[in-house]
């Protein structure tokens, strides 16, 4: 029961110094809200499964190769792998309907060709200079609400455990972070689209 009271960080140094345990001890202590994180998205138990080991796969050579950066905020580093490995299953899965060609029905009528042009990865490239700087000129809480959220994909529960603040403090930055870019935005008259 002791291991209950051993903060995370401790037990991920204990792990990279060859305690094997210590990485069973972490899974333990967040399978139910990694894997149930994992089971909305997907809400298939098999591939859940698969997702969730892949997970620890990804921790694991993180870890033993020292490239982890340890700033007591594991569960939100897994939970952000956790959450492109989602994200890469969807894109492998992406479904093409099927289509038969007819004389009235050609294949080529309906495809298209969605990646962006030099031009429209440009315009894109520009966008997010254009809203980072925008982003800079928020106020210092707001601003780390807001990368939290939109550029960390955090949950604001998260966001609030991580600042020391309560949700609704959380969610209050959030707003006027958003307010106060559209003010930004008006004021200098500025164009984000593409």
């Known amino acids: ?13 204990n792990y990279v110094e060859g305690n094997e345990s210590a990485l069973g001890t972490l ?22 499964n698969d997702i969730f080991q892949d ?9 033993k190769s020292n490239s982890y950066n340890e700033e007591g905020k594991f569960l939100p580093w897994v939970m952000r792998i956790s959450h492109n ?7 492998k899965t992406k479904k093409m309907p099927m289509y038969r060609e007819t004389e009235e029905f050609s294949i080529f009528s309906i495809m298209s060709d969605d990646s962006l042009t ?6 894109v490239d520009q966008v997010e200079i254009d809203l980072k ?17 939109m550029y960390q ?3 604001f529960k998260e966001i609030s455990e991580l600042t020391n603040v309560s949700i609704n403090t959380a969610l209050g930055r959030m707003r006027y972070a958003l307010m106060n870019l ?8 500025i164009i984000l689209t593409n």
Do not use: C, N
């Open 85 to 91: 490995l989602i994200v890469d299953h969807f894109r």
């Open 153 to 155: 994909d955090m949950s």
């Open 118 to 123: 030099i031009e429209g990865k440009m315009i």
């Open 27 to 48: 899974i333990k202590r967040h399978e139910s809200k990694i894997y149930g994180f994992i089971y909305s998205k997907i809400a298939d138990r098999d591939i859940s």
């Open 55 to 63: 997970t620890f796969i990804k921790v694991i050579k993180t870890l």
């Open 1 to 13: 029961m002791a291991d209950l009271h051993i903060p995370d960080a401790l037990l991920v140094k």
């Open 182 to 189: 559209r003010k930004i935005i008006d004021k200098h008259q």
């Open 133 to 149: 700087k925008l982003i800079e000129e928020l106020p210092e809480d707001q601003k780390e609400v807001l990368v939290m959220r």
